[in-house]
């Protein structure tokens, strides 16, 4: 089962390091990691995408408790939670194609970011279903680069981290 | 507010945290914590022959007292010495702070002479770690280090001191008390839970107590023994358990697991209820985990979150200091009131059993008149010390030869290493349990092979006046690994066996200490007699059946109840 830990650990050098080596080390899976300030300088958050048997996620979590640098674990995914994910993707765009990328593009509601006279930049977000429709879709038309951010989530409502 | 440099902020600290001795090995990266420490002149240092031994040293004068150990190392190649140390006592939740010094911060990054990231190195085998790059930190880091390394579930903690920092100034205010957002461990059970817990014992036929080393570094064994002796269950032991409860109580059926009693281990494949307390289900008790213990319900009491329902499923999870947990459970099943005699009649069924796995396969060995066995060196070494010494051992037979055959009634008289199972640990450690204890007897159990792996270590014990007596139990075999071709690589002894092994009591001289030998079993009781009784350090060494075999033995990955017997 997937699951999306969201994590706040203290600001400190090395914390980033602790928390990969935990899951390196344990043999944990990480299929996305991405991390941002908070408000508060003094700590960051981690959104951290992994698979595992409810056995497996209770000890990561309870071994992410465990460092001392981590000051709060939530298993997001517990419970309803939106989760957005962007990439920007350079794909081919030449005569016969370019109308089509562009047709993509809005039945998605990518944006354009970037135009060459052989490529589209484009940026897509959403939930990672939707990233990778985007990308199945566009692959026959041949994409050149693709950049991803990574899975961000938060729980639904009045539940704050 | 006094202005300090960052190395007398160290030396102060020590000091604040009632620190009296390290252990540590000097260099250029911390030579001026040393001059700070010699001008201060308060706290003993003692000077190892090697870091490791300085990690052990500290480790076993931690593991003897309750303290910190404290070690004092350089840079680069004096603080990867200690990471053997550093993980032997991190596997075996052993409070330690290990201060390495560091290239300045300059040339951090750079390949500077005797650079190396020791943080990144001991970030896996730490409780936590610190590289102090500002001296303002210093206080606070240093506060916070001696508080993790011996709260909650203990551990070694590194701080790593680079040069200038330990020469820059800064105000130096010790910070009382500390609070840590990210860092609180969990000390009173639930209430609740306790209170499930007592239900389910009442209603257990067949419980047993497994009781492992959480109760002896939260000095629960009193508490421990009120209940085993209210609700007459058995107690089995894991090997960092031993000693948590008496080991010569009639309710103690000795160690469990791969080396434990056939009595513990068929008891703990029968029970329908687990009372686990400081122990984590490791796989050398736990066997072939799909046939462990079966018919159990458990409850599991421990101060670490992480090792509840790691292995084995639990029923009853509660996380706290397992000597408050178990006098709270005491209480309520004073409150309750059942009378002794109904726990007892209860019971009795299942004592029965027990007692009669008890008589068919006692722990045993062939006794020989021509030549000496090692389990009858164990139980003359018992004998004689009337169970009294602090024992330290190696790894391998030796190890095990111990567990099964001293018994231990104290807490913190067994420093043994569980679960790196570090060759080379005990001697050191002997060292630093007797500087921790000047008038107690220290005793190294020891292999022909393990000893000579931290050897160098005598002429530390010489320098410190240090009475510490040495066992070496020789079959000049790397004994255990050869038990194991034995049994399972059709006997080739592939790299096993030493064709050379020093003359141990000519070494002994060497050092300027006494050595004695036994080649016979009739020399077995005087060598000893003459060993302990003799001042000052004692190599005792037995030239033991080169192929005895350490029973019962569980098969790795075999289910507990497929026990190999003598
Ligand atoms: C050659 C060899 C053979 C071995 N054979 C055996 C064998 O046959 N049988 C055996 O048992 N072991 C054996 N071992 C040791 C084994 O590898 C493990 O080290 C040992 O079983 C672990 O013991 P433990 O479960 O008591 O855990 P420990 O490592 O002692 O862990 C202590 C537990 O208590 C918890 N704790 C700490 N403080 C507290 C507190 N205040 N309150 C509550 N809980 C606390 C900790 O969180 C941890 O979970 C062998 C080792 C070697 C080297
Ligand atoms: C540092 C280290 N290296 C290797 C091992 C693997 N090992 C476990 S027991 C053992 C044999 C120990 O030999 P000895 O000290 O003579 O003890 P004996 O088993 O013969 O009593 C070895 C090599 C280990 N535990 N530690
Ligand atoms: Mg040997």
């Keep these: ?161 | 507010m006094a202005r300090l440099t960052g190395k007398e902020m160290v030396v102060e600290a020590l000091k604040r945290e009632g620190v009296e001795v390290i252990f540590g090995f000097p260099g250029g990266a911390i030579i001026d914590v040393y001059d700070t420490l010699h001008k201060d002149g308060t706290i003993k240092h003692v000077l190892v022959r090697h870091e490791q031994g300085a990690t052990h040293a500290a480790d076993g004068y931690a593991r003897a007292t309750g303290k910190v150990g404290v070690c004092l190392v350089t840079s680069g190649p004096g603080a990867t010495n200690t990471v053997t140390g550093i993980a032997t006592a991190y596997m075996d939740s052993v409070p330690m702070v290990v201060f390495t010094g560091q290239v300045p911060t300059g040339l951090i990054g750079n390949d500077a002479f005797q650079e190396v990231d020791i943080v990144g190195i001991t970030r896996p085998c730490t409780k936590h770690n610190y590289l102090v790059k500002d001296v303002k930190d210093l206080p606070r880091i240093l506060k916070e280090a001696f508080y993790i390394a011996r709260s909650g579930r203990p551990g070694p903690v590194l701080v790593d001191l680079p040069k200038d920092v330990q020469n820059q100034e800064a105000e130096f205010e010790y910070p009382e008390k500390i609070k840590l957002r990210s860092y609180n461990p969990v000390i009173k059970p639930h209430a609740k839970q306790i209170e499930r817990a007592y239900r389910m014992i009442e209603q257990s036929k067949r419980p047993i107590l497994y009781v492992g080393g959480g109760v002896v570094i939260s000095g629960a064994h009193k508490e421990l023994k009120e209940l085993a002796e209210l609700i007459n269950a058995p107690v089995a032991m894991t090997l960092m358990g031993l000693g948590g409860f008496p080991g010569t109580h009639p309710q103690s059926l000795g160690m469990l697991g791969m080396h434990g009693t056939y009595a513990a281990n068929m008891t703990m494949a029968n029970t329908d209820l687990i009372i686990a307390v400081g122990a984590r289900f490791d796989d050398r008790v736990t066997g072939k985990i799909d046939a462990f213990a079966p018919m159990a319900k458990v409850i599991h009491i421990d101060i670490d979150p992480t090792s509840i329902q790691k292995n084995v499923k639990v029923d009853i999870p509660i996380v706290g200091d397992c000597k408050i947990a178990l006098r709270k459970l005491v209480d309520v099943a004073k409150k309750e009131g059942r009378p002794k005699d109904v726990w007892k009649e209860r019971l009795a069924p299942w004592w029965e059993q027990i007692r009669a796995w008890q008589e068919r396969h006692p722990l045993a060995y062939k006794y020989d008149e021509n030549v000496i066995k090692p389990q009858f060196v164990i139980e003359k070494l018992y004998e004689l010390t009337k169970g009294k010494a602090i024992i330290t051992t190696e790894v391998g037979q030796n190890q095990m030869w111990t567990a099964q055959f001293y018994k231990f009634d104290e807490p913190r008289t067994l420093l043994t290493s569980g679960g790196l199972g570090t060759m080379g640990y005990g001697f050191p450690a002997a060292i630093g349990a007797q500087i921790a204890f000047p008038d107690k007897l220290v005793i190294d159990v020891a292999g022909d092979g393990s000893i000579q792996m931290n050897i160098q270590e005598m002429a530390t014990a010489m320098e410190q006046k240090l009475p510490v007596k040495i066992v070496i139990l020789n079959n000049q075999f790397l004994g255990m690994v050869r038990q194991w071709q034995e049994l399972f690589y059709e006997r080739r002894y592939a790299a096993t066996e030493f064709h050379v092994v020093p003359d141990f009591v000519k070494l002994a001289e060497a050092y300027g200490a006494k050595g004695f030998r036994a080649t016979k079993p009739s020399e077995v009781e005087d060598t000893l007699k003459k060993g302990l009784e003799t001042e000052g350090l004692v190599i005792m060494e037995f030239a033991i059946a080169r192929e005895e075999g350490v029973f019962p033995m569980v098969p790795a990955g075999k289910a507990t109840t497929e026990m190999l017997l003598v």
Excluded: W
């Design chain 1, 1 to 161: 089962m997937k699951h999306t830990l969201s994590v706040l650990v203290e600001n400190n050098p090395g914390a980033l390091s602790r928390i990969a080596g935990l899951f390196s080390g344990r043999g944990f899976n990480i299929e996305s990691l991405c991390v941002a300030p908070t408000l508060d300088p003094s700590l960051s958050h981690l959104t951290l995408v992994t698979t595992g048997d409810d056995f497996i996620i209770e000890q990561i979590i309870k071994q992410l408790n465990r460092l001392i640098d981590v000051y709060k674990v939530v298993d997001v995914s517990e419970g309803e939670f939106v989760e957005r994910e962007m990439a920007l993707i350079k794909v081919k765009a030449e005569d016969e194609t370019r109308a089509e990328v562009l047709r993509m593009c809005d039945i998605f509601r990518c944006k354009v970011v970037d135009v060459s006279p052989k490529t589209y930049t484009i940026e897509v977000t959403g939930p990672e279903s939707k990233l990778k429709a985007v990308i199945e879709l566009l692959r026959p038309i041949g994409i050149k680069e693709i950049a991803r951010t990574g899975t961000i989530a938060m729980v639904r409502e009045k539940k704050t981290l």
